[in-house]
């Protein structure tokens, strides 16, 4: 049994419950308490999601700022789609692009992959080891750095310190 998986699936499973009911009722948060810790115990007794995961300060403060970039990104893919719907007769160039990472994590590479799809004008197809093909919807570069650069990177550095 990982003590580290229980607690990570804890926690996850925990603000889930806590997202859900939206209420900070004393009965409400000890039944999550214990739904969590039960199903985390019978759930995650032998699984290895969250061996990759660093359970450091370092991480847990750069995973507040992966949010907060995240959403960053969100907003400026938003209002990009947006403008390029609302005038038709702006140009588009969509394309897939092949893009590198260098991070190692499988969970961490699942995270950008799932972060590119979530932004509007970008859609992860494939994933080859070190290669992620992306459909992009205005490619800016055709050259694997240039887009590396373009789609990746923003996330990629944060990533790496928390999956390490």
Known sequence: MKIKNIFVSFLVIMIGWMLLTWSLDMSSVLLGIGISLALSIVLCNSCTLFNEINLTPKAFAYFFWYIIVFMIELVKAN???TRRVLSPSMPINPGIVKVETTLK???????LANSITLTPGTFTIEINDDAMYIHWIDVESEDVEGATNAIVRKFEK???VMYG
Request: charged share 30%; no cysteine.
């Open 105 to 111: 994590s499988k969970m961490a590479r699942l995270i």
């Open 158 to 160: 944060l990533l790496e």
């Open 79 to 81: 209002i990009d789609v």
